[in-house]
């Protein structure tokens, strides 16, 4: 049980365009979503906090014009990247969390997007 | 001061061989307490929840000494799998909400 999918796994995308990343909770009702980015020999970095039905939390210095976060429902949200550029290029990961503790997330196998 | 710190390694050990990690926390306040493992190019996997008492998981053992806001991790007996980084992460209160806060993680390679 509580699986999380993200789509797609990769994306290589021209500076410029916008791509769009999909977590999906499978078997379970996700209250909340996190999106993380995470750098080369970095460590995870919380972008973004949302709840099902409303706007997402976003954390300093996280642009939200330029990560449009949409939790249309309990088991999907997106992240789209818009006007991308080279250094947007990461390792994208997104977790939900049935509740509202923050201690129980399942993480998505993570999406891994290059701008060129 | 960052607010979980590791010590990055990497650590190279043979096979058999037992290990520690360590890992501090800047805030006090802090609830809950986690070791994760992060394999090359894949999302993280929780290792285990680390209690005030210490707890045991098979070859794993974790510790918490909230006085000295410490949190550690033990392998023994090492195996060639276990080569990943293995990421503190804690439980934080960040503005209104509480969020998990993550370390830059510790490199280990058990070698055969």
């Known amino acids: 049980g509580a699986v999380v999918s993200q789509h797609p796994s990769w994306v290589i995308c021209k500076s410029g365009t916008s791509v769009k990343i999909e977590c999906r909770s499978l078997?379970?009702?996700?209250?909340?979503m996190f999106w993380y980015r995470q750098f080369p020999k970095q460590s995870l970095m919380l972008m973004a906090t949302s709840n099902e039905g409303s706007k997402a939390t976003y954390e300093q210095g996280v642009e939200k014009d330029k990560f449009l976060i949409n939790h249309a429902s309990l088991t999907l949200s997106t992240l789209t990247v818009t006007s991308a550029h080279p250094e947007d290029s990461s390792f994208y990961i997104c977790s939900a969390t049935p509740g509202t503790s923050v201690s129980e997330q399942y993480f998505g196998p993570g999406t891994r997007l290059t701008v060129t | 001061r960052k607010e979980v710190e590791q010590d990055p390694g990497p650590f190279n050990v043979p096979e058999g061989a037992t290990v520690a990690f360590n890992c501090t926390y800047s805030?006090?306040?802090?609830?809950?307490f986690f070791w994760y493992r992060q394999d090359c190019r894949k999302e993280p996997k929780l290792l285990m929840s680390?209690?005030?008492?210490?707890n045991e998981d098979g070859r794993f053992t974790a510790q918490l000494n909230r006085a000295s806001q410490y949190i550690s991790l033990l392998i023994r007996d090492s195996k060639l799998s276990d080569s990943a980084t293995y990421l503190c992460?804690?439980?934080?209160?960040?503005?209104?909400?509480?969020?998990?806060?993550w370390g830059l993680g510790t490199s280990l390679a058990v070698n055969p």
């Open positions: 805030n006090s306040a802090s609830q809950s």
């Open positions: 680390v209690y005030s008492s210490g």
């Open positions: 078997d379970f009702q996700a209250t909340t």
């Open positions: 992460v804690v439980n934080m209160k960040g503005g209104n909400n509480r969020k998990l806060i």
